[in-house]
């Protein structure tokens, strides 16, 4: 079984049991903690994009190439989700809602990620994302549910 193989067959079976975001964590954590090993299952990133590796009802599994300088607004993908970079960085910039502004958010915390860190976000959790190099960053994001089909 491949590395790749193993990712998703371990992030499927952390589904039954108790926690199972928790346990998606740890799993990433662990792919992501050796980025060489993972870059080489998955290969260089050749172009941006969302790639996807497994997708269900439950879970999908997708291989993020955010592309140089790239900039995504806040947003909440209204499920859970891990993040685990394997090259270049990935700054998330987190967003509270402003409770007398109606649809307005303000900044409320960040974290950058590079090769070798993961994050858990929640599912109300508010972010946006840049790739502040010169180059691709890849990433792996397992999200609790259908990421392109959300309830």
Known sequence: ?????????????????????????????????????????????????????????????????????????????????IIGVYTGREDNIFWRRIPAAVGRVEAAGARVLCAGESQSLGRSVIHSVTNPIGRLTGAIHVYGGDFFNPE
């Open 1 to 81: 079984m491949s590395r790749v193989e193993q990712l998703i067959a371990d992030c499927r079976a952390a589904l039954a049991g108790d926690e199972p975001q928790e346990h998606v964590r740890e799993i990433v954590a662990r792919a992501v903690c050796r980025p060489a090993e993972l870059l080489g299952a998955l290969g260089e990133p050749q172009r941006a994009g969302l790639h996807e590796l497994y997708r269900s009802a439950e879970l999908t599994i997708v291989n993020v190439v955010w592309g140089p300088m790239m900039a995504i607004p806040p947003h909440n993908h209204g499920m859970w989700a």
